[in-house]
């Protein structure tokens, strides 16, 4: 990379910077001349597209920490919308969507997850609870992209067949916190679900810790109620928070590709009962978050034998 100067300590591209003459704040409009370039103030690493691209950059305010990629700079909606899966040379990555370790070297997700904006993903992180937290790095391990397989039928309209696979550039270690799951492959024993991931929570903001949510298999033609667009008792899912001694639970925005899976028991050689997550659903789409409708989950039983000839052809 080609460096030239320094902005707040935070090394960037060969590009022009204008500064604005009063400070405006996080998500004020701006644009020095609105006929060439206008959008919101955010910070840089939320718009790193401008260095992508080596556009100018119009500083709209220096952050308060230290960090060179907090400057609130001037982004407009396009910057912003490439820039989402961008990597920062420091490793702050905007994570948009979940998957699951299938095999060593295989992630499993949503085919939505393949393209955003413009941008397939390119860094997976696994074992990773806390996103902002440091005390859990030591079960992190992070790999880039090798290729994404989208199922050949995936219907972006109808989000049909809305499953992928990821194949990391290199292999997992196995370990108690990074670990293959096992995937169901006949009947759903239960009714009662679990579901995980990083979404929106309650405040609408995206949370940074792994979260559960407890859900309930809904019918098909109850589910299919709730939509105008066809759904498959074969290849789909559906399921709907239930605890009344909880807020509204669902799966949310940020949440696609995560699991849907329940808990099994298996007796090992010691005679010792372990409790083992069972993977039989991926998140696909719903309609909003909590509103009291199910969502709509991909049934993975239905596509191990396509799984199968993409992992051992």
């Known amino acids: 990379m080609s460096v030239t100067f320094s902005l707040q300590g935070y090394l960037l591209d060969a590009v022009g910077i204008r500064r604005y003459p009063v400070d405006i704040y996080e998500n004020e409009i701006c644009g020095l001349n609105p006929e060439i370039y206008s959008g919101k103030c955010k910070k840089l690493r939320n718009c790193m597209n401008l260095l992508e691209e080596k556009k100018d950059i119009e500083v709209c305010s220096f952050g308060s920490s230290n960090r060179g990629d907090d400057t609130l700079v001037c982004c407009s909606r396009d910057d912003f919308y490439k820039s989402r899966w961008i990597q920062l040379l420091d490793f702050s990555i ?11 070297t295989f992630v499993m997700s949503a085919a939505h997850c393949m393209l955003l904006d413009g941008r397939k993903p390119n860094i997976v992180r696994l074992g990773d609870v806390d996103l902002n937290s440091e005390e859990d790095n030591h079960h992190i391990q992070q790999f880039y992209v090798y290729r994404t397989i989208k199922h050949p039928d995936y219907n972006y309209d109808t989000n049909e067949n809305d499953i992928a696979l990821i194949q990391l550039r290199g292999q997992v270690n ?18 009662y679900f679990e579901g995980a991931g990083y979404g929106q929570a309650e405040n609408h903001l995206r949370s940074n810790r792994l979260s559960k949510v407890h859900l309930k298999l809904v019918e098909m033609q109850t589910c299919q109620n ?6 498959s008792a074969d290849a789909q899912i559906c399921a709907l928070g239930y605890r009344e001694d909880l807020p509204p639970q669902d799966l949310c925005y940020g949440d696609s ?23 039989i659903g991926i998140t696909s789409f719903g309609i909003g978050c909590a509103f009291g409708f199910p969502s709509v989950y991909v049934n993975i039983s239905h596509y191990l034998g396509w799984m199968e000839s993409i992992i051992s052809p």
Not at 94 to 104: P, Q, V, Y
Not at 176 to 191: D, Q
Not at 226 to 231: Q, R
Not at 260 to 274: A, C, K, N, P, R
């Open 94 to 104: 905007s994570w948009n969507c979940a998957g699951n370790l299938i095999t060593e």
């Open 174 to 191: 196995p370990t108690m916190n990074v670990v293959p799951a096992c995937l169901n492959s006949g009947v759903i024993k239960t009714e």
């Open 226 to 231: 709730s939509y105008d667009l066809p759904l």
């Open 257 to 279: 590709g995560s699991a849907l899976q329940y808990m099994s028991s298996d007796l090992v050689e010691d005679q010792t009962i372990y409790k083992i997550p069972t993977l």
